[in-house]
């Protein structure tokens, strides 16, 4: 981190990190160690969770928009989350926490059943090797603990400028019992609440096209 990312970091932790028990590894999720976002917040409200936040561009310009709603951004670069908590606090937020954790952990064990009303994961690496195509988060393995966390009718929105994991995507989910697509035709149209990063315009440049998907979460039987 820079200098202004450590500083940032051990003044303001103590405001947007939320405490994690871990488990065996450093940004684990210990199983059993669940918050309560009403208890964190101070209030019931709306919640939002995007996964991989990065620097925290899209989280931060969504918590200053919508101050009635209350954010978590989690990721595990601690610059990133460093410049996502300078950031806040230059606009003041106090609806927006930050977890330093694998993503699969946090929805699996940190976050309540039912708690989420939207999950985002916009730009996740897409480890476009073949032989890394494993690695990749939005997989079978993801759909249960995205259905999870997310309460009846909560919308999981997804955005990628990787073509062939956009189509691995919307494969993932062709049989997903728990989702149902929330767009029609083959692409959901750009969400109006994604802020244009400066990743989303680099992508643009190469001559990507970005897709999006959003799903719905159907109503447990």
């Known amino acids: ?21 871990r488990d065996a590894a450093a940004t684990s999720v210990r199983p059993g160690s669940g918050i309560d976002p009403a208890e964190v917040f101070g209030r019931t409200a709306p919640l939002i969770v995007e996964i991989g936040s990065g620097q925290g561009h899209a989280i931060v310009h969504a918590a200053a928009t919508h101050p009635e709603r209350d954010h978590v951004a989690v990721e595990v670069f601690r610059a990133g989350l460093a410049r996502t908590m300078l950031d806040a606090a230059r606009a003041g937020l106090e609806n927006l926490r930050l977890v330093e954790a694998n993503a699969p952990e946090v929805l699996e064990h940190l976050l309540p059943d039912g708690s989420v009303d939207e999950i985002w994961v916009f730009f996740p690496d897409p480890w476009h090797k073949t032989k890394h195509n494993k690695r990749r988060l939005i997989a079978p393995a993801f759909l249960p603990l995205a259905s999870r966390a997310l309460r009846d009718g909560g919308v999981l929105r997804l955005a990628t400028d990787w073509e062939e994991y956009a189509l691995q995507m919307r494969e993932v989910f062709t049989d997903a019992s728990e989702f149902a697509p929330d767009f029609d035709g083959e692409w959901a149209p750009r969400f109006e609440g994604r802020v244009m990063t400066a990743f ?5 440049a190469k001559g990507r096209e970005i897709r999006d998907l959003a799903y719905r979460r159907r109503e447990r039987l």
């Open 1 to 21: 981190m820079s200098d202004a990312q450590e500083r940032g970091w051990a003044e303001l932790a103590p405001r947007y990190l939320l405490t994690v028990e």
């Open 200 to 204: 989303e315009r680099k992508g643009l």
